[in-house]
Structures are given as C-alpha cells and as structure tokens.
C-alpha cells in the first residue's frame, strides 16, 4: 500500500491510477488531516508527500512521522514543485528518504518508488488477484467470480470492489470511495457509495455479507466474517 497526500485533485488522481494500474495498492489524501486518519488503521509501505499542503504543510507532517515509533521507519518521498537546493536539503534533512521535483514522469516516480522499497526491504509481491470467501477478483482479466461463477459488474461496482479486495481488514470511509473512484469530492453527498454498495452486495448474492458497513465511518472487507 503507498499513500499519496496531495491537494492538487488532478495529479493525487493521475498518480494513484498510474499506482493501481502498475501493480501497486494506492490511496490518496488532500491534506494531513485525512492522511493520519487513515494511517490509525493502515500502515502503508511507502509514503508520497507533497510540502505545499493546506493545514500543516508536507514538512510539518514528515516531523511527525518521525517523531512516532510506529511511522518513524515507514520510507518518504516529498513530492514538490519546489525544486530548489535549500527545499531539497530541508526535506532530506527532516527525515524523507527521496525527493521528486514537479513536474515529473510517472516513469521516473514508478522507478523511485521501486528502488526506495528495495533498499528498505519494503518490496512486495503484487498481484493481479485478491480473493476473500471465495469471492475473487482478477485485475489484469478484469473479472470477479463467487463460487467460481462469473458474474457482471457495472465499472465502478468493480471499482469499488477492487478497492476494498485490496484493502482487506480495514475500513475506508465514503469520502476515500468518493475520492479514489468517482475522483471528486461530494461535499457530504455521499449516497452514491452507499447506493453502488448495495447493487455489489446484491449481485454477490449469499457472499454479499462480506462488506461490511462500520457505522458513521463507511466500508470494509475482512474482520468478523470469515
């Protein structure tokens, strides 16, 4: 799992697909806030963070990281369009372990990510299928199946699914859903989520109990149902 933190919606959105549709498990945060929310009930694998951020800025939010025996050894990258010596050497100095200057290549950012988990024994193995209750979902054939029967999805039901396959055990909110697969913020709309939950679970059928609902949070796949 890679966290993005970026209030810029077209590049937190154009970096996170470029994540999942190169073997990666992405989320991304507009700004700190939702970023250590989310850091209570999943340890990512790598952090992207950008300095110019709304409330505390990406520096404020590396200190800490740092500061925090749980995060302090999860490896950084600051994402900036601030490129010069001076920004590089506070970012570096504070504890980031890589530093990218806007504007960039997604290839380039793909090669930093890998090399940074590398050297922090951090690589995962990714893989094109997620399976839960013999529920699976297959990303590079785009299918799902329950009970080994092939079943129809509109693209955002397998969007949606997909997202919590990969995230098994914990709990993502409406606005993460909102945000990772309708790529906008409802501004407290959040029915369209609920709404798409319900037809996923309908088409699961007698597995559609493995979505669960955490009251006044939102959604997540794994934890009492087994």
């Keep these: 799992?890679?966290?993005?933190?970026?209030?810029?919606?077209?590049?937190?959105?154009?970096?996170?697909?470029?994540?999942?549709?190169?073997g990666f498990k992405a989320l991304g945060f507009e700004n700190g806030e939702k970023f250590f929310n989310s850091l209570q009930n999943t340890k990512p694998k790598l952090i992207l963070l950008d300095i110019m951020l709304p409330g505390d800025d990406g520096l404020k939010i590396l200190k800490r990281l740092r500061s925090d025996t749980a995060t302090k050894k999860i490896p950084v990258i600051m994402v900036t369009a601030k490129g010069s010596e001076y920004d590089k050497v506070m970012g570096l100095d504070s504890g980031a372990d890589d530093y990218i200057t806007k504007p960039f290549g997604m290839m380039e950012?793909?090669?930093?990510?890998?090399?940074?988990?590398?050297?922090?024994?951090?690589?995962?193995?990714?893989?094109?299928?997620?399976?839960?209750?013999?529920?699976?979902?297959n990303t590079r054939k785009h299918s799902i199946t329950?009970?080994?029967?092939?079943?129809?999805?509109?693209?955002?039901?397998?969007?949606?699914?997909?997202?919590?396959?990969?995230?098994?055990?914990?709990?993502?909110?409406?606005?993460?859903?909102l945000e990772n697969i309708?790529?906008?913020?409802?501004?407290?709309?959040?029915?369209?989520?609920?709404?798409?939950?319900?037809?996923?679970?309908?088409?699961?059928?007698?597995?559609?109990?493995?979505?669960?609902?955490?009251?006044?949070?939102?959604?997540?796949?794994?934890?009492?149902?087994?």
């Excluded at 793909?110 to 690589?123: C, D, E, F, P, Q």
């Design 109 to 137: 950012l793909i090669s930093r990510i890998k090399a940074l988990l590398r050297r922090t024994g951090n690589m995962a193995d990714e893989t094109d299928e997620y399976s839960y209750n013999s529920v699976v979902v």
């Design 146 to 177: 329950v009970n080994g029967q092939v079943i129809d999805l509109t693209l955002k039901e397998f969007e949606l699914l997909t997202l919590l396959m990969k995230n098994i055990g914990a709990v993502l909110t409406r606005d993460m859903l």
């Design 1 to 22: 799992m890679i966290y993005f933190v970026e209030d810029d919606r077209n590049i937190r959105e154009l970096v996170v697909y470029t994540l999942q549709n190169t």
């Design 182 to 226: 309708w790529g906008y913020d409802f501004d407290g709309e959040t029915r369209t989520v609920d709404v798409h939950i319900r037809t996923l679970r309908q088409k699961l059928g007698n597995k559609g109990n493995i979505i669960q609902t955490v009251r006044g949070v939102g959604y997540r796949i794994g934890g009492q149902h087994k």
